[in-house]
């Protein structure tokens, strides 16, 4: 039987998919880091916003019922809206970890969508050889059948030959 003449471009989609799982791999990787990422992010704005909240309360509670002259009252206020311009740093990091997160998912879906098609080339050359490898066969076996006739249609003539004479 001969050697199938697309081997290397079955090699070549071979090395494809290869390549193409192994980028899906890391870009699931890369997803799950992307998602563990928002949810320090979350993690971190609510257990900021909590301790925000006691935070205001204790402060609160520190000048309950004393007299403040403005600048001091000034300077609270201050302190407390610092406390709050601290939220919307930790929301902007959290919105930016969960576009982020999206963009990795969406590399996810597009490296998916890339292996499934490397899969299929692949699967197509594997039909391919099959058929092939069923054609030679059958091509064999021809040669084979056509080789037995000849062998024996010259037996069959040789005692033949004899009795002429």
């Not at 054609?135 to 249609?153: P, S």
Request: charged share 40%; hydrophobic share 40%; proline share 2%.
């Amino acid at each position: 039987m001969t050697a199938y003449p697309l081997t290397p471009l079955a090699r070549i989609r071979q090395l494809r998919e290869d390549a193409a799982a192994t980028e899906c791999a890391g870009r699931e990787k890369a997803l799950l880091a992307a998602r563990q990422e928002t949810l320090l992010h979350r993690k971190a704005l609510e257990d900021y916003l909590l301790w925000r909240k006691e935070e205001e309360e204790r402060r609160y509670q520190a000048i309950l019922g004393q007299e403040m002259p403005r600048r001091e009252m000034e300077i609270f206020k201050s302190g407390i809206a610092a406390l709050r311009d601290k939220d919307a740093i930790l929301l902007e990091a959290v919105e930016a970890a969960q576009k982020a997160e999206a963009e990795a998912a969406r590399l996810r879906d597009e490296a998916v969508k890339i292996l499934q098609q490397r899969r299929k080339d692949k699967e197509k050359i594997e039909a391919h050889r099959e058929i092939w490898q069923s054609g030679e066969a059958k091509e064999a076996e021809r040669r084979e059948d056509l080789e037995m006739e000849e062998f024996t249609g010259v037996k069959k003539a040789d005692p033949g030959e004899g009795s002429d004479e």
